[in-house]
């Protein structure tokens, strides 16, 4: 059957079905139910992809991408078990033009690996979701991180796509060059498209400059909206921070706890600032002018780059934090609303954690008005889980109400389906007219992003 | 017939057959050849185009939509005739929220009219067109101008859209977050669709703050190619332009002559840096030595408002300065390349005006890597519009083959039909898959983009 024709076509070394494998493809990190595939195939070019899906097809087998496994809505999950594409070996750099601040890799290159090869010649590629992701999942998911608020998403970045189609057949979705108007925007329809309407085998990016000057802030306020209409002042100012992130009380002492920290255990504001040195002084100072008008507490900054880095640390290890405990699951809501809709928002996330009676904090890239809940629970205890997802729905659908988004950024996957009616309306059905057209024995990802 | 059944359901004020509304809604400011349409609508609602589309479906009548005309590639001539959809009327804000830096409006109102109601609140809406077009038509041919560099072009400021689908459906593409990972990207998709797949009738698009101080300055190269050796060296430096617009020799002669102008005619880099002022006044040092460093003659800069538009109304001008010739019309190229490859292809445009024998210029947005030849030629001549048109080919294709795009800005319409294979390749089919499923009578703007 199709797995004795991978093999034979791929050759067995780029095959496997090994248990551990079979594991390590059955989960993301999301507290969605495992499911093993079939089979797991490492395809080495776009030719071997080619033949995976001429197989799919013969067989009728459905398709499961897998990029790192960090996704937080179990994208990667075959829940129709079938094949998983892993890109481990699709990894290489195929043409970097640094005087055109671009670069064109295969999709199973990671952003640190992709950082290393841009810093050599002093550029940055600054997306940078919370785990070391893979870009072709990055793509696959339009993932953001801390550098949305100056640099966009993923979808910002791609310049243009190679792309197997559920068909067999290679497309290209864009060009090279930074701007077109020419035909339909291919690119960003694939991009964000969670492997349910082709398979990405290669991707051409932008690059940015490293900036020459970096300062770090933080800021503490007495109360959770205080912070959020600082952040929102900051924005109005026109001060173009390069990071804005908001922590509330119950991150700062998780992470304390977690990493040994020392720092004030309050509601507070992380800031970056990055350019040219006058600049970034200047701006910086304006900010901290800012903040103190508007009565913040324990202001620090920072400019050496050893400084800055314990300024931030805790910030970025605040997610496992949450996750280092034992027994312990996190689910959490992605939302992204309107700026001025966000001090009701982090209030409103507030009281809903409290009335759960669980453990739970929130955290954003408010810079976008996106931000999350992180909400413990133990996942033997069926009446804590529930609590713990009707504080996910009760805030998302009040973004959707409010003008903004179920997902800022992680994608929809299994776990933000039953949104997806209340947020796209009528617009669900040309979705999934796209997903027929592209994808008609619905091979690709089943049973993501749609019911 | 169709046109009584339009004139009950809008009533007659909303539709008109008159010679001078035929003949207005002809054209667009391209050499393509005028075709009138049936009768003209102006719809005052988003419920006014359902009913449009309706007898659209009835009688099987094309639908062409039509916002200011100043098109360059056909894109508004209906070339089938039937209804054209004139938005005039739907030119309101709908909702404006200057602390979230966005606003919702209908398709019918200019760039200039967004502006004036922005301006009052200390923003821009920046995307500028050398014409006053309306936002739907921006929309729709995804414009951008001067200031790509820094702010990308009209997809990348488009939040959400109010679609009516040829069935007479409505949808929603998107919400009002700043960002979201949600479902397929329909924004992008509808941007840029020249009006082929539906009919915007509602827009939200992003707004940014009026930077506090702006510098122009204008220097000169002995060689077309040092000029787009030098932008790309700006570039590099990260310096971060607002403007940065080539002009050669030929066209500062043109714009002289239009304007009485004394400006030197030379190969011409146009800049403006905007932003803090400590910190733009050091970008345009910075920018200044490096100029100088590379050998350019006649720095001037200038920072007062009324210096900054002397340096700049030439620039703005040039368009005008080739289409006012009487018995003259004007073609041109629309490339965008990688930035290194400008260098060959600004002196490859240049050869080939040349060796055409007619009169013509080049100038573009070349922190893009975009530029235009504009070739006039006398229509009645047709040897003449032969040898204007192969110009524009040669360049075109040479462009997509060194990874660059047929139209940076303009869209496709009728000119850059013949374009789209050498660009897209396989990928068309998947583009006219698209026009299919959401067209199936092909009703909305036929004609474009494909043949
Ligand atoms: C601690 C932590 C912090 C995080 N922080 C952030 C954050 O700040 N912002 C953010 O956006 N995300 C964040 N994430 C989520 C996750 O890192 C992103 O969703 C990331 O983009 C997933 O990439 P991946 O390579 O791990 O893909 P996977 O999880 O393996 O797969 C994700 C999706 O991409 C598809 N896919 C993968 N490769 C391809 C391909 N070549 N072609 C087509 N489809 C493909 C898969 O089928 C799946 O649908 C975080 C995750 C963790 C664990
Ligand atoms: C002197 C001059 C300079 C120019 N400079 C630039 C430049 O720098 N950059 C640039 O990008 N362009 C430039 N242009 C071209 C032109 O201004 C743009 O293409 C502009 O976006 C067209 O807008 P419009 O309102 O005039 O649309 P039209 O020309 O009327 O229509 C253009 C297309 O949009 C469609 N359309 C209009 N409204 C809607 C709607 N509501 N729903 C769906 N489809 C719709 C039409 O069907 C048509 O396909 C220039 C033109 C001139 C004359």
Same mark, same amino acid.
């Given at each position: 059957m199709f797995i004795e024709k991978l093999k034979s076509l791929l050759g067995s070394e780029l095959v496997s079905a090994s248990e551990s494998e079979l594991y390590r493809h059955s989960k993301d990190e999301s507290f969605h139910q495992p499911v093993e595939p079939d089979i797991i195939c490492f395809p080495e070019s776009t030719d071997d992809v080619v033949k995976i899906m001429q197989v799919a097809n013969e067989f009728n087998v459905s398709v499961t991408p897998y990029g790192a496994g960090s996704g937080l809505e179990g994208q990667a999950i075959p829940v129709n078990k079938g094949i998983t594409i892993n890109f481990e070996r699709m990894n290489k750099v195929i043409d970097f033009s640094p005087e055109d601040l671009t670069i064109t890799i295969q999709p199973g290159i990671t952003r640190s690996e992709l950082n290393e090869v841009s810093n050599r010649q002093g550029l940055i590629f600054p997306i940078d979701p919370g785990a070391?992701?893979?870009?072709?999942?990055?793509?696959?998911?339009?993932?953001?991180?801390?550098?949305?608020?100056?640099?966009?998403?993923?979808?910002?970045?791609?310049?243009?796509?190679?792309?197997?189609?559920?068909?067999?057949?290679?497309?290209?979705?864009?060009?090279?060059?930074?701007?077109?108007?020419?035909?339909?925007?291919?690119?960003?329809?694939?991009?964000?498209?969670?492997?349910?309407?082709?398979?990405?085998?290669?991707?051409?990016?932008?690059?940015?400059?490293?900036?020459?000057?970096?300062?770090?802030?933080?800021?503490?306020?007495?109360?959770? /909206?205080?912070?959020? $209409?600082? =952040?929102? !002042?900051?924005?109005?100012?026109?001060?173009?921070?390069?990071?804005? #992130?908001? +922590?509330?009380?119950?991150?700062?002492?998780?992470?304390?706890?977690?990493?040994?920290?020392?720092?004030?255990?309050?509601? /507070?504001?992380?800031? $970056?600032? =990055?350019? !040219?040195?006058?600049?970034?002084?200047?701006?910086?100072?304006?900010? #901290?002018? +800012?903040?103190?008008?508007?009565?913040?507490?324990?202001?620090?900054?920072?400019?050496t780059s050893k400084e800055r880095s314990q300024l931030w640390t805790a910030r970025h290890e605040i997610a496992y934090a949450y996750r280092h405990v034992k027994g312990v699951a996190v689910t959490g809501a992605d939302v992204c609303v309107p700026i001025s809709k966000l001090p009701e928002m982090v209030d409103y996330a507030r009281l809903l954690i409290e009335e759960s009676g669980l453990n739970g904090g929130i955290l954003g890239h408010v810079g976008d008005g996106n931000f999350h809940t992180l909400v413990s629970f133990n996942p033997t205890i069926p009446s804590e889980q529930t609590k713990a997802e009707y504080t996910n729905e009760a805030l998302t659908f009040r973004a959707i109400e409010l003008g903004g988004t179920c997902t800022g950024e992680h994608g929809v996957g299994l776990g933000k389906r039953k949104f997806q009616e209340a947020e796209h309306g009528a617009a669900i059905e040309v979705m999934k007219d796209i997903k027929q057209l592209l994808d008609p024995s619905n091979l690709l990802n089943p049973g993501k992003i749609f019911y």
């Open positions: 070391d992701a893979t870009i072709g999942g990055m793509v696959a998911t339009n993932a953001s991180g801390t550098t949305a608020v100056r640099y966009g998403s993923m979808r910002d970045q791609v310049l243009d796509l190679e792309i197997v189609l559920a068909s067999g057949k290679v497309i290209r979705t864009g060009t090279k060059a930074k701007k077109s108007s020419s035909g339909y925007h291919l690119s960003g329809l694939f991009t964000g498209s969670e492997g349910t309407l082709g398979i990405i085998t290669g991707i051409s990016l932008r690059l940015h400059g490293i900036p020459e000057h970096t300062i770090a802030a933080r800021c503490t306020f007495d109360t959770l /909206s205080a912070c959020a $209409e600082a =952040a929102q !002042t900051i924005l109005q100012c026109g001060i173009q921070v390069l990071r804005m #992130e908001l +922590v509330d009380d119950k991150s700062i002492a998780a992470v304390n706890a977690y990493g040994n920290y020392d720092i004030p255990v309050a509601h /507070s504001l992380f800031f $970056e600032f =990055a350019g !040219t040195k006058v600049g970034v002084e200047e701006e910086a100072k304006l900010a #901290e002018e +800012v903040m103190r008008e508007l009565g913040c507490n324990n202001w620090e900054d920072a400019s």
